[in-house]
Structure formats: C-alpha cells, structure tokens
C-alpha cells in the first residue's frame, strides 16, 4: 500500500480535486483507493456525494478516540474507490493531539491496520501545516503540492519544501516531494505562463508536465457529488486530470 499526501498551506489551490479525481483514476484502472478527508470543511467528503450525517465515524474518531480505522472506512459510488469522511469536529484535533503519546505518528499506526486492504491511500491535508498535516506526512510515502498560477504562488511553495524536509529528517526519511501540479492554469493569461516558468526553472522535473486548466466543469463537478471525470469524462479537466494520473502512477513506480 502506498500512501500519498496532497499538501498545500494555501486553501483554494485544488487539493482536493486533485486527491478525488487522481483516486478516480487510480480506481477505473483496477487500482483498490482510498482517500482520507482530513480537513474539516470535508470538501472531500461532499465530492464524492458522501453525507457527513450519516457518518458514525470520522477521520477524527481515527486521530483522537482510537476507533478502529476499519469502522470509518465509507464505500463511494465508484467502485475500488472508498472514503474515511471528515466532519467539522476534526478542526478541534489539532489542539487535542498535543496530549497523545507519540502525537504525530497517530494516523501511520492506523493505516498500518489496513495495508492489505487498498494499493493506493490518498490524503486530502487542511490548509495549514498543523499536527493534522504532520500526521499525514509521516503516515505518507510522498506529497504532491497542487499550485494555483497566480501571483506569489512560489512563496508558500518554498517554506512548504522546507517543512517536508524537516519532517523527514525528524519522523518519515522515506518522505517525497513526488511532484508539483499546476492548477487553475489559463492558457489566456500571462500570469499562468509566467508562473510556470518560475515553478519549472526552480524545481525542474519535479513539476508534472500535465497542467489542470481553468474549468467550469471542474467547479460544477462537487456540487453533484461527483468527481468531474464522473461528471463529464470528455471535458478538458477531466482529460486533464486523467493525464496527471499517468504522470503520478509513472512516477510512484519510479519512487
């Protein structure tokens, strides 16, 4: 099993688009997924037309009440495809972790539980890098940092490096910036082009060449409950999408 982080401190950039539709990707060709939604807004949970209030559990019984991993585990619509939902108490587990022994290893013990179970976990991180987050790249074999193409985009991208760094000289050495995705790219517009060139001259080969466009499918897509390569397969960030599962799929077999 193995298990990829989707990590931005900005909010916005299209994290969890990126963990849903990759999941998808990953799920149509046979690959067993599963997505933990650790944020607390559970964007996630709702794309993938999950409701929150049928939900026992959530990732917060995971993090903070030791419930079994297994009893939080929600099938979706797609097949191979399930969902550990989150719920806005799970904002409250920042603070509450600080009292666990072994605080940021909490959710690595956990999925150990179920490594037979699915080929590929991928975890949608909050806006911020809180104990939630650590907790998700120690768990995590490598991160892809979705990007929006818009001004100071590379300013956070940095002290994000930084942090994925830090983490694995302190908790995981086998840790990965597996690669940077651009988001929101509009071909349009010189912002987008000049953004690029700053991203690729700085960190080279490890930004896909897939670029995820501008979209109003892409936008319309969560309010159905679906991924967008479910909501409209032949639309251009669904292709899109579909091509940087390739490039990720590629690229964990490299790593």
């Known amino acids: 099993m193995k298990v990829i982080s989707v990590a931005n401190r900005k909010g916005g950039v299209g994290k969890t688009t990126t963990a849903i539709n990759i999941a998808t990707a990953m799920a149509a060709i046979g690959k067993r997924v599963l997505v933990v ?24 019984d995971v993090l903070i009440n030791g419930v079994e991993i297994s009893k939080t585990i929600k099938n979706t619509q797609i097949p191979d495809f399930c969902i550990i939902p989150s719920k806005p108490s799970l904002a409250a587990a920042e603070i509450e972790l600080i009292d666990i022994e072994k605080r940021e290893f909490v959710l ?21 890098l809180n104990l939630i987050t650590i907790n998700s790249l120690v768990a995590s074999g490598s991160v892809i940092v979705p990007l929006q193409c818009e001004f100071l985009a590379l300013e956070g991208l940095t002290d994000l ?19 940077i995705v651009l988001t929101m790219f509009d071909k349009r517009n010189n912002l987008s082009a000049m953004v690029e060139n ?16 501008r979209s109003v499918r892409i936008s319309e897509a ?22 940087l599962a390739k490039e990720v799929l590629l690229r964990e077999k490299e790593l």
Request: charged share 20%; proline share 7%.
């Open 222 to 243: 969560p309010s159905h409950g679906k991924p967008v390569m479910i909501y409209d397969f032949k639309s251009v960030g669904a292709q899109a999408y579909l091509s």
């Open 37 to 60: 939604d650790l944020d607390p807004q559970g964007n996630a949970t709702t794309s993938m037309g999950v409701d929150k209030k049928t939900c026992e559990f959530s990732s917060y």
């Open 108 to 128: 690595k013990k956990s999925l150990q539980q179920i490594s037979a179970n699915f080929d590929y976990v991928l975890i949608d991180c909050p806006p911020s």
């Open 161 to 179: 490096v930084k942090n994925i760094n830090r983490i694995k000289k302190n908790f995981n050495p086998y840790l990965k910036l597996q690669g």
């Open 198 to 213: 700053d991203v690729r001259s700085y960190f080279g080969d490890l930004v896909y060449q897939t670029k995820i466009p």
